[in-house]
Every structure is written in C-alpha cells, then in structure tokens.
C-alpha cells in the first residue's frame, strides 16, 4: 500500500462542475503539498498546508490531520483546468524533508 | 511566486555523450535543491537530495557516477548525466527550498525533457 494515495486516478468533469480530488496518507506529515502538472510536464504548486484550510482563486485546499486526509477542490471548473494533480507529504522528522507523492490525478475539463 | 528555471527545457543526444541540465533559483536563495525523474505516466521519483556546498545524498537505486550533482551556490545546481545511454531517456525535475523548517514551501522547475538516441 502506497503511503500517499488519491482518488480517483481519472476524472472528466464538464466545464462549470465542482470538483473534488482526495488525497489520504499514512505517515505523520508536517506538511502537505498539492501540485499542479500540465501535458507539456512543468510542476505548479498549487498549495502547501500543514493545517485547515486555503483558498486562492477557484482552487480550494483543506486538510484534517488527524484523519490523514486531504481534498483539493476546484469551483467552476474551465477546460484550462485539465491537468495532473498531484498531492506529496512530507514525513515529520525524515531525515531530508524530502516529499512522498501521490501517483496523481488526471483531470479532464470538457467544454 | 518564487521561480525555479532549468535550462535546457529539451536535450537530444547521442548515447555516450554526457549532458548537463542547471537548475536555477531565480528570486531566492535555495539552501536545498532536489533532483527528480519522471516517467511517462508515473509519478516523480527523487535522485537525489543536495545541499549547498556539500555532497549529494542519492537515493538508493541511483548511481552517483553517472548522475553528477552539483549545487555549487545557492542559487544553482546541476545535474549531468555521464556517458547517457536511451534507458536514461526521461523527464527530469529540479526542486528547491529556501530553508529545512516544516513551513518552507518547495518550488518546482519546469522540467527537462532528455532523449538520448
């Protein structure tokens, strides 16, 4: 079992629908990561968060430590918004803080 | 937002050859900067972790002869593939953070798409 996983893997959505993509782990995290990987493979974060909830644009993110549980969410989708997303975690106390990533998201926006 | 630059965004090459990808912080000053490949479909896998002014630490799995890091100031760092052969061909990602605190976000490159023929 994959320390970081998301769901669902694949998700077509119609330009305007509210989207949701979830992310559970099973590490202690001091933070966590959702990024953003267009066709052409550049990586955007979107967020970082190690608590609550943040919001920017249409993108919503929260998280609830103690169920080990991320969402991230996008209001009004837009066919632009078709991309990877990616949740990664950063284990409390690893030797490097380096991140664990998800396997990712596939987001389809129809027009 | 901070931006993270890699140059080339492309390479071809032919096996044998060596290639050198840089990796720059262009408004901060990254303490720590991370090397990543990806292959089609898959998810980021982490080469390699590298501190300013110090060795690399690689994953295991990774061969540090072949895949020459250097982070020889804080807001550069390079990765060269020695003697690439086409199993090298893949997409490779820098990463880098100002500081080790939990709160430091970790800004991504744009990526290098390497083939070697």
Known sequence: ?111 | GAVVSQHPSRVICKSGTSVKIECRSLDFQATTMFWYRQFPKQSLMLMATSNEGSKATYEQGVEKDKFLINHASLTLSTLTVTSAHPEDSSFYICSARAGQAYQETQYFGPGTRLLVL
């Open chain 1, 1 to 111: 079992k994959n320390e970081v996983e998301q769901s669902p893997q694949n998700l077509t959505a119609q330009e305007g629908e509210f989207i949701t993509i979830n992310c559970s782990y099973s590490v202690g995290i001091s933070a966590l990561h959702w990024l953003q990987q267009h066709p052409g493979g550049g990586i955007v974060s979107l967020f970082m968060l190690s608590s609550g909830k943040k919001k920017h644009g249409r993108l919503i993110a929260t998280i609830n430590i103690q169920e080990k549980h991320s969402s991230l969410h996008i209001t009004a989708s837009h066919p632009r918004d078709s991309a990877v997303y990616i949740c990664a975690v950063r284990q409390y106390g690893g030797a490097t803080n380096k991140l664990i990533f998800g396997t990712g998201t596939l987001l389809a926006v129809q027009p």
